[in-house]
């Protein structure tokens, strides 16, 4: 399983983004996807899922300005970012796996990951 995530940049603040990412050697529609990201020195914190079911769930702080979503045909997992802020720098990684319920927004959940993409948010 590979998954190749894309569509990072620099961005002013209040500004949108939406990254990608394209997965190949899954059975896409039977796992959970996600969205992490990721600063120096910090932990990696889940920003995004999506069940296999497709029902998305977010982190407080992004709640009502990110978006994720997949398209099953093309085997990808986007994350529409809006309203961006200079906290929201991060490198952002893409996951995949079948957590259970307990293991639904932690790291140990997803068992694929992909290489990151860096966004940066500019004041």
């Known amino acids: 399983v590979q998954l190749q995530a894309s569509g990072g940049g620099l961005v002013q603040a209040g500004g949108s983004l939406r990254i990608s990412c394209v997965v190949s050697g899954s059975d896409f529609s039977q796992n959970n996807w996600a969205w992490y990201r990721q600063t120096p020195g910090t932990r990696r914190d889940m920003v995004a899922l999506?069940?296999?079911?497709?029902?998305?769930h977010y982190a407080d702080s992004v709640k009502g300005r990110f978006t994720i979503s997949r398209d099953v045909a093309k085997n990808t997992v986007y994350l529409q970012m809006n309203s961006l802020k200079p906290e929201d720098t991060a490198v952002y990684y893409c996951?995949?796996?079948?957590?259970?319920?307990?293991?639904?927004?932690?790291?140990?959940?997803?068992?694929?990951w992909g290489q990151g993409t860096l966004v940066t948010v500019s004041s």
């Open positions: 996951a995949g796996g079948r957590p259970s319920t307990s293991t639904i927004r932690t790291v140990g959940g997803y068992t694929t």
């Open positions: 999506i069940t296999s079911r497709g029902v998305a």
